[in-house]
């Protein structure tokens, strides 16, 4: 069911891939491209989506295929896609998922819209290996955009350092393993995740 009308989704796929030696977005498992897999899941659960790119990924022959929004920022990582997004659209608040979790699923996107909205200007996961946030699955509000610019200001560029700086709401993953990503090809071969 789609609700939410200001809470819309964002994947990220503006990284480089150095450790994989390929675009994890474009890997391919039963057909689908990783990306496919993660917007048509989200798909289900809100009402717009949109990918993260970096310029030069505009014409991407996949990436192409979906509502596309672009870095305005250079060397932030993953926060220069949160905040492109943010600043294109001021009144959304933006569920944020990478796009290499392999095992992302509608029941760990439905419990974050759940709690959603909160008192709080993010909403994520305790990671299952030492409780801190998983910050690229998880919803910024959009009034938290003031607390990432203040961070920034402070040299803070790490997403998690900045959930674990503030007020956070931190949930319980309903399902252990949905927030396994991939960063080498040894993680595809450990993984469930199969390039076919």
């Known amino acids: 069911m789609k609700n939410n009308k200001y809470l819309w989704g964002l994947?990220?796929?503006?990284?480089?891939s150095k450790r994989m030696g390929h675009d994890k977005a474009l890997l391919e498992s039963q057909g689908k491209s990783q990306l496919s897999k993660t917007f048509n899941l989200l798909e289900q659960s809100l009402t717009e989506v949109f990918v993260s790119v970096?310029?030069?990924?505009?014409?991407?022959?996949?990436?192409?295929?979906?509502?596309?929004?672009?870095?305005?920022?250079?060397?932030l990582g993953p926060l220069a896609g949160i905040l492109s997004a943010m600043k294109k659209y001021p009144r959304?608040?933006?569920?944020?998922?990478?796009?290499?979790?392999?095992?992302?699923?509608k029941e760990t996107l439905s419990c974050l819209i759940k709690n959603f909205p909160s008192s709080s200007p993010f909403v994520a996961y305790k990671s299952e290996y030492n409780d801190?946030?998983?910050?690229?699955?998880?919803?910024?509000?959009?009034?938290?955009?003031?607390?990432?610019?203040?961070?920034l200001a402070d040299n803070v560029k790490c997403p998690r350092k900045i959930l674990i700086n503030s007020d956070t709401l931190l949930l319980t993953q309903p399902n252990k393993s949905a927030?396994?990503?991939?960063?080498?090809?040894?993680?595809?071969?450990?993984?469930?995740?199969?390039?076919k």
């Not at 994947?11 to 480089?16: K, N, R, S, W």
């Not at 080498?184 to 469930?192: A, G, M, R, Y």
């Open 11 to 16: 994947i990220l796929t503006g990284g480089q």
């Open 132 to 151: 801190l946030p998983e910050p690229l699955c998880a919803i910024y509000s959009n009034e938290s955009v003031a607390i990432i610019e203040k961070n």
């Open 54 to 75: 970096r310029e030069d990924q505009e014409k991407d022959h996949v990436r192409s295929q979906y509502p596309m929004i672009t870095d305005a920022y250079e060397n």
């Open 179 to 195: 927030l396994e990503n991939f960063n080498t090809p040894d993680d595809l071969i450990n993984s469930k995740y199969r390039n």
């Open 92 to 105: 959304v608040s933006w569920m944020v998922v990478a796009c290499d979790l392999l095992n992302l699923d």
